[in-house]
């Protein structure tokens, strides 16, 4: 019995005493017409009477004191807690498969002597095109592929206005790797979204030169994938660095071979290579642009794209998919 019909059973079992007992009830007006019944009889019908009304109370007291004490008993079941079931198990929250990837690849920049520097998304025309030697009329200012917000103010199209303000901040030498979010005007597919993650990196020194550019980025990519991991260099053109490259690693499941348990390699197509960023030698316009003299100081940059990396490494064939929250994807990564 639940405790809301006992509760109610009880409630009705009090009207029913009203009904029988009550001012109005038959057994008050039987009581009231004792006096009128003949001498002879009133005495058995007085009892009669009495031994009834006796019945009567006798069976509603007992069926008020069943419920009552039922009732007692389910409250206190209501309120009992078993103290040996086991809890019920907090779900455990995942990192996103950006952040996995984007601290391992901090780690690693850590350990080789680099400082992480972040800084803001909406930056002026200064800092994202005329220091970094983007001249008036390049279609990277053109507002088909650049998020202007109010007049002379964008969403940075990629972290390379990092280098100018960690530059003017920390001077130099410095060395430093800049992660964060970029924002492109790019219909969103399959392999393009208008917002991704970067890792720029950016050292200047006396005597920098493109083969420690070569040596870094082997390094961390060696460190990342794999002693066996290869790199190639392939010439290339940014306003913001001179001499510029590409740079691809060698796949990392087939290591450069194209093929994969007999069929074509998935994450390189087939070439072995997997391209990765832009880099070069950065250019003198832009350290002229923080006060830095070209003539003594020298330095190298690279950045690479965040999402399409981790798409290849855990196999995500829709780069989407990480930005839709869904947590039954995001909890496939640890
Ligand atoms: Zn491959």
Redesign the pocket.
Known sequence: MLLADAESQLRDLLDIRIRLTGKRSRLVELKKSIGQIDESDRSAFAQAVQALERDIVSALETGEARLTERINELKIERERLDVTIPGRRPRTGHLHPITILRQKIEDIFVSMGYAIEDDREIETDYYNFDALNIPDGHPARESQDTFYTTDGFALRSQTSTVQIRAMERRGVPLRVIAPGRVFRRDTPDMTHVPMFHQIEGLCVDKGITMAHLKGTVTEWLKRLFGEDTVTRFRPSYFPFTEPSAEFDFS??????????NGDR????????W?ELGGSGMVHPNVLRAVGVDPTVYSGFAFGFGLERMAALMYNIDDIRHMFENDVRFLKQFK
């Open positions: 796949c990392f499941v087939c290591h450069g071979s194209g093929t994969s390699c998935r994450p390189c197509k087939g070439s072995g997997i």
